[in-house]
């Protein structure tokens, strides 16, 4: 959808920035009705107030984890060394 080209050239212009050592933003661009899970047939733009919110929620926190780095006793994000994909 004309949608879905402006979220994923989103994406990619945060990601070319990081590329480009403009940054250290990451972004990934999840469709809920592309992992399978048959709770998320239906999620609106409004997720927070969908009935699967808390669901919505730990798909965001999951990324998080995996993405955002942790911040060091001095309260400096940990900078991660990843592998480009």
């Avoid at 730990?58 to 060091?72: E, F, S």
């Amino acid at each position: 959808t004309a949608t879905s080209a402006v979220c994923q050239t989103t994406v990619d212009a945060i990601n070319a920035r990081r590329a480009g050592g403009h940054g250290i933003a990451k972004a990934d661009y999840i469709k809920l009705d592309e992992l399978g899970n048959p709770i998320f047939q239906g999620t609106t733009h409004m997720m927070m107030d969908g009935t699967n919110n808390l669901e919505v929620a730990d798909v965001i926190l999951n990324w998080a984890d995996r993405n955002v780095p942790a911040k060091a006793k001095n309260g400096k994000p940990k900078v991660r060394q990843t592998s480009a994909h």
